[in-house]
């Protein structure tokens, strides 16, 4: 495809970022693609296919071996990025990021990749994840002169990254950079001539590594990228490896050999991840189906119908329906095009935001006992809304199943999960829920459960959510102190981080 001339620096420019939420939101997308002639275009389509993994901005950053070509904006892809904005993205490699602000405020100068030029040359990084000791990364950075340019926990990344290479040159750099950082990170690493991927020691977040029939290689978050780009997938980059693609191939370089204990985030498989995607070379569609067959096993109902909350109760309900031989019912059906940007909510207003996503088929359900069977129970709202609309229709008996167990804990690696709190098992006993859902029965799927449904080890996992046990250590008082004294300091964006820091720390 002939490109039009360059222009490096360019930036999206900022839609209408006013959304209002009615539960909690997604995380990050990334993609990588290293010697195609279309790399921009290619990641274009690859963040299309990661879309569900963050809505609230993206990015693109190619290279031609000599400079960057830059364009960001807020939204979903394809209303940043068109035909005219690709052709300026020149280069035969590029990386691409969709974010969902998990650290740092929703605005422009978060969003990803996050580029820098310093004394190495051009650095672009792209993150998944949440570093659990960003604060006292950023204050000892600052206290040597690092200048931040953004409140997002990534940027401490391409700091360490600038820092001068030790006498190990530039694969040493990269061994100490991540080395120093904690929590989740699954990156994509730009320079001039160079791709390169990490995923952290415990693998919280997945990247697999894809290639092209050209011999181009990609990264991306999930494999169902490659699908759409005909990528073949290879296999997934390993906890605490560092690919690193050129002109030579892919070389590989583990960066904490010493470290075995792996902490893949389940949720991933009970929720974000696409159906379509495989991780650890397990179908996520098949895993959720597996995970309804086990609900079925736990939770033996008395019902004339499934009927499962779209889209993210769809597998696990077909799986229930299967192993119990009770017919499946698609009762729900969903206005694909709610988007993002609601109305204030006012009362009157959130009860037609609710209802407005899934509509009823009163016929199907009238007179009958039906389970209905959702991912996940967070603050309750959304199980409570298709109680009511089932009740409301005439069903007789409805049953409330959920696919993983109850969320009693918030993540600090990247999910967006309220405080405690706003976690309804957590402040509410099982019956409690049950009333307030206005449900005849609720069942959860059990830990155990789950766990086998995936076909791995249970301490492959985090279970943070769960179970309480946090794989990595983080210290919520040192991140206030830090930001209480930066905060002393005065000044806005010190403001602005304590405010994230609060946020963050979700406790
Ligand atoms: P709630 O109404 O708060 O109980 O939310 C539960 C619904 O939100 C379920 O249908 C889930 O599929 C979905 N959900 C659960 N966790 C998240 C999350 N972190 N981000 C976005 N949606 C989620």
Redesign the pocket.
Known sequence: MQKKSPSPSGSGSPQSAGHVH?????YCGVFGIYGHPNAAELTYYGLYQLQHRGQESAGIVSTDGRQFYVHRGMGLVPNIFNGEVLHTLIGSSAIGHTRYSTTGSSNLVNAQPLTVDCGKGKIAIGHNGNLTNAAALREELESRGSIFQTTVDSEIIVHLLALPAGSGGHESTLINAVRRIEGAYSLVILTENELIGVRDPHGFRPLSIGRMSNGAFVLASETCAFDLIQAEFIRDVEPGEIVIIDTNGLRSVQAFPEHTRRAFCI?EYV??ARPDSNISNRNVYRVRVDMGRQLAREHRIEADIVVP?PD??NCAALGYSLESGIPFEMAFVRNHYVGRSFLQPSQFIRDFNVRVKLNLIGDLVRGKRVIIV????????????RVTSLKEAGAKEVHVLVSCPP?MNP?VYG????ERSKL?AATNTHEEIRRFLNADSLGYLSLDGMVAATGHPRNSFCLACYDGQYPVAFDPLMDKHIMERRRARGGGLGLELAAESRHQRLL
């Not at 009615?22 to 997604?26: C, I, N, T």
């Not at 959702?374 to 809304?385: F, L, Q, Y």
């Not at 999910?415 to 309220?418: C, E, N, R, V, Y």
Request: proline residues 7%; glycine residues 6%; neutral net charge.
């Open positions: 009615s539960h909690p939101k997604h949720f929720y974000f909350v993210s109760g959702d991912d996940s129970i967070v603050r309750g709202t959304t199980s409570k809304a969320h993540c999910i967006d999960f309220p309804m």
